[in-house]
Every structure is written in C-alpha cells, then in structure tokens.
Nanobody, 115 residues
C-alpha cells in the first residue's frame, strides 16, 4: 500500500518560511521522480518543484530563488523549503511520486500566508 504523507503546512506571515515534508512508504523511493504541486482556490493544480532520481531540480518561475526541493533517499522523504512567502503562495500543497506511468499523490497540506 503506497502512502505519501505531507506535513509542515500552516499559517505564516508574509516574508516567513515553512518547510514541507513528504514521507513515502510502499514504493522504492529512490527510483521515483518526486514533485511538489499546489492548488489555490479556483485555480488549477500546478507543479511547483520537482527533483529527479539524480538530484536535478526544476522550479516554476514564480518560486525560483525562494523555494528549494530536496530529497533524502535514506529516509524516503522529500522536502520543500519555502522562504520569502507571499499571499500568492497560499494553496494546498501536494506531494507526487512519478515512475514511468505510475504516479501517486499525497493528501495535501494547507499553506496559508497572511498577516
């Protein structure tokens, strides 16, 4: 049974930071491309950042220089460090694991940026 469990979301003031974690089980974590997506109210889900098995990363333009994705294969966990948060970053953040045509989603964690 595959599980992706996100944690670390919450309420933060503009300019603040959060670190999201996604712990995976039931998959051979090291062979999966891992990604963080987000979905704001009334908007489509978008890819925020991804990291390949070799550690190559990719970011949507709006978070470049502010967010950092990383993975720890020994802990089967992917992280998203989010700095300089602003209101436009408010969304539910989802973890995704992709291998070929197989993919899995976490349940999501809410991130709210507000003063």
């Amino acid at each position: 049974q595959v599980q992706l469990v996100e944690s670390g979301g919450g309420l933060v003031q503009p300019g603040g930071s959060l670190r999201l974690s996604c712990a995976a089980s039931g998959i051979t974590f090291s062979i999966y491309v891992m990604g963080w997506y987000r979905q704001a109210p009334g908007k489509q889900r978008e890819l925020v950042a991804s990291i390949t098995t070799g550690g190559s990363t990719n970011y949507v333009d709006s978070v470049k220089g502010r967010f950092t994705i990383s993975r720890d294969n020994a802990r089967n966990t992917v992280y998203l460090q989010m700095n300089s948060l602003n209101a436009e970053d408010t969304a539910v953040y989802y973890c995704n694991a992709l291998y070929g045509v197989s993919y899995y989603w976490g349940q999501g964690t809410q991130v709210t940026v507000s003063s």
